[in-house]
């Protein structure tokens, strides 16, 4: 069965600072990932996703992901954050075979940004 | 384009009631999918329909059941609602596999 862990549950970055978020998955093989963000009462926005091919993924807002085969990770990076980067962001799998068109959310990361 | 629409967008229901909720999905695309988001718990996946068949299921029981119109939007019922079953509710739709969901901004139900 697929997992993923996202070992932060918060996290706390200075306005302009780096950020990188964590994302583990456990899976028989390759599958399609993807990284979403939750602002507060709201539903969840794709941030990007790697399906195959190169690995550093650029996404939307500013954001990218490398993922790392040897590791199972799919870590998601900006280099500067602003202020309304701060919501609880989630890494998620799905299979590729044809019964697997199900979403596997991890546990999310909540971003506090500090002015 | 008209993203993903759920309605209504808060619900308030009396324990053993019962509780409907709405989803539209994207034009274009024929799989809807809905996750349960309570607190505490996370996303949990509920129901996934294509085509207006059931392809999965999540770990929930009976009384949280569906259906897919042939017009390809969806509802979600809960029966006999559980205070538990308070959460936020979440419909996603997508195009075919592997493409990622677009959610919509879900239904807070509350079960007093």
């Known amino acids: 069965a697929q997992s993923v862990t996202q070992p932060d549950i918060h996290i706390t970055v200075s306005e302009g600072a780096s950020l990188e978020l964590r994302c583990n998955y456990s899976?028989?093989?390759?599958?399609?990932l993807f990284w979403y963000v939750q602002s507060p009462g709201q539903g969840l926005q794709l941030l990007l996703k790697?399906?195959?091919?190169?690995?550093l993924v650029q996404g939307i807002k500013g954001f990218e992901a490398e993922f790392k085969r040897s590791q199972s990770s799919f870590n998601l990076r900006k280099p500067s954050v602003h202020w309304s980067d701060a919501a609880e962001y989630f890494c998620?799998?799905?299979?590729?075979?044809?019964?697997?068109?199900?979403?596997?959310f991890g546990g999310g990361t909540r971003v506090l940004v500090k002015p | 384009e008209a993203g993903v629409t759920q309605s209504p967008t808060h619900l308030i229901k009396t324990r053993g009631q019962q509780a409907t909720l709405r989803c539209s999905p994207i034009?274009?695309?024929?799989?809807v999918y809905w996750y349960q988001q309570a607190l505490g718990l996370g996303l949990q996946f509920l129901l996934w329909y294509d085509e207006g068949e059931e392809r999965n299921r999540g770990n929930f029981p009976p009384r949280f059941s569906g259906r897919q119109f042939p017009n390809y939007s969806s509802e979600l019922n809960v029966n006999a609602l559980e205070l538990e079953d308070s959460a936020l509710y979440l419909c996603?739709?997508?195009?075919?596999?592997?493409?990622?969901?677009?959610f919509g901004s879900g239904t807070r139900l509350t079960v007093v």
């Open positions: 899976y028989g093989a390759t599958p399609y």
């Open positions: 998620a799998v799905m299979g590729k075979e044809a019964a697997g068109n199900k979403l596997t």
């Open positions: 790697y399906f195959s091919g190169d690995t």
């Open positions: 996603a739709s997508s195009q075919k596999q592997g493409y990622g969901y677009t």
């Open positions: 034009s274009g695309h024929t799989s």
